[in-house]
């Protein structure tokens, strides 16, 4: 625990950016593993191309720090009326 509490934040940050992008391989490769027992020669997807398409699904949820911005000025109008 002192180790932890020892890294410079960008470190630790990193670190922890790491760990959820291991775990959500980790969630990818169990899916892959129930998906593969439906799959037959033409509709086989190797687990890269699996992952590549699960990665890009989690990257277009990911929205802009301006695009939340805007939808929050958006909520307090709304509310202000």
Known sequence: MTFIMQLDL???????GKAQEKDFEETIWQKWLVDIQNM????????DKYKEQHMKVQQKEI???????????????????
């Open 10 to 16: 960008d470190t630790l940050v990193d670190l922890i």
């Open 40 to 47: 037959d020669k033409e509709s086989f997807v190797p687990f």
């Open 63 to 81: 929205r802009s720090e301006k695009e939340v911005l805007e939808d929050a000025e958006n909520i307090l109008k709304s509310m202000s009326r």
